[in-house]
T-cell receptor, first 114, second 113 residues
Framework: GAVVSQHPSRVICKSGTSVKIECRSL??????MFWYRQFPKKSLMLMATSNEGSKATYEQGVEKDKFLINHASLTLSTLTVTSAHPEDSSFYICSAREWNYGYTFGSGTRLTVV | KQEVTQIPAALSVPEGENLVLNCSFT??????LQWFRQDPGKGLTSLLLIQSSQREQTSGRLNASLDKSSGRSTLYIAASQPGDSATYLCAVAGSGGYQKVTFGIGTKLQVIP
């Protein structure tokens, strides 16, 4: 089946630093990947759509300068949270769509900014 | 704008019971519907994927149905086990563009031994 690997699973960083999260499709090529954020007791919210070789498409209200997305290859998309602050602490999940399996999700990254 | 609602928000059942989780969506122009499981602090595990042209899908003790015209899907879990305890999410992919996915808030299931 389609597998998406996300790394790291947990990260703690100091306020003001930047954190990079990687999302890889292991056994299929993903021209499009998606980044979500999950707030406590809320549904997953789409942040942006990552397109291989072009700029990401951000959802309304998501700061593109805060959440930098790079999709440099057909198997890798990265999300960098720049100048992180405590309010950026959250659970971030990536996904990619594979024709036969629908949307496959990574295992998620728990970001804590202290 | 697609809206996805899941009822109930939480459910507690004794082991061995059959149960039904409900998902409703407002825009019937969907590409597919997918049920996921999420364990606390973990990512999402895909359970069943139903394409818009399909009516149901089955995997082991799980059966998911789709009624696109009424905007409803159900996830049926037979003979529930404590290991089934998790949050179950319904996700609807729209039929346009990148098939944007909208999630429900989930149903938190607890199966009591």
């Amino acid at each position: 089946g389609a597998v998406v690997s996300q790394h790291p699973s947990r990260v703690i960083c100091k306020s003001g630093t930047s954190v990079k999260i990687e999302c890889r499709s292991l056994d299929f090529q993903a021209t499009t990947m998606f980044w979500y954020r999950q707030f406590p007791k809320k549904s997953l919210m789409l942040m942006a759509t990552s397109n291989e070789g072009s700029k990401a498409t951000y959802e309304q209200g998501v700061e593109k300068d805060k959440f930098l997305i790079n999709h440099a290859s057909l198997t890798l998309s990265t999300l960098t949270v720049t100048s992180a602050h405590p309010e950026d602490s959250s659970f971030y999940i990536c996904s990619a769509r594979e024709w036969n399996y629908g949307y496959t999700f990574g295992s998620g990254t728990r970001l804590t900014v202290v | 704008k697609q809206e996805v609602t899941q009822i109930p928000a939480a459910l507690s059942v004794p082991e061995g019971e059959n149960l039904v989780l409900n998902c409703s969506f407002t825009d019937s122009a969907i590409y597919n519907l997918q049920w996921f499981r999420q364990d606390p602090g973990k990512g999402l595990t895909s359970l069943l994927l139903i394409q818009s042209s399909q009516r149901e899908q089955t995997s082991g003790r799980l059966n998911a149905s789709l009624d696109k015209s009424s905007g409803r899907s159900t996830l049926y879990i037979a003979a529930s086990q404590p290991g089934d305890s998790a949050t179950y999410l319904c996700a609807v992919a729209g039929s346009g563009g990148y098939q944007k996915v909208t999630f429900g808030i989930g149903t938190k299931l607890q199966v009591i031994p």
